[in-house]
Nanobody, 125 residues
């Protein structure tokens, strides 16, 4: 059974930092792109960041570029998201996801058959 389990969410003040982690089990994702998506209350799920299987290609949504950093550890089958300079508009449930492909140029959720349950991030003003 494939599982992706996120951790590290919580409540933080604007300008603060949080680090999210996602641990995969049941399948090795060292040859799959891994990504983070988020869904704010009343909004659709949106792409945040992606990292290719070899960590050579990293892409970010414009809304998080320069503040968030995605990384992965293929030996541990994990992906992380370091979030700095957080804003209230970053408040959302954050999901990690594993793609069918080596890398993702589109940020489309349709590429991702594997999803975690999500972790809440709340940024207070």
């Amino acid at each position: 059974q494939v599982q992706l389990v996120e951790s590290g969410g919580g409540l933080v003040q604007a300008g603060g930092s949080l680090s999210l982690s996602c641990a995969a089990s049941g399948r090795n994702f060292s040859r799959n792109a891994l990504s983070w998506f988020r869904q704010a209350p009343g909004k659709e799920r949106e792409f945040a960041a992606t990292i290719s299987y070899d960590a050579e290609n990293l892409y970010y949504a414009d809304s998080v570029k320069g503040r968030f950093t995605i990384s992965r550890d293929n030996a541990k089958n994990t992906v992380s998201l370091q979030m700095n300079s957080l804003k209230p508009e970053d408040t959302a449930v954050y999901y990690c996801a594993a793609a069918r492909t080596y890398r993702d140029y589109s940020g489309s959720a349709s590429l991702y058959p594997y999803w975690g349950q999500g972790t809440q991030v709340t940024v207070s003003s």
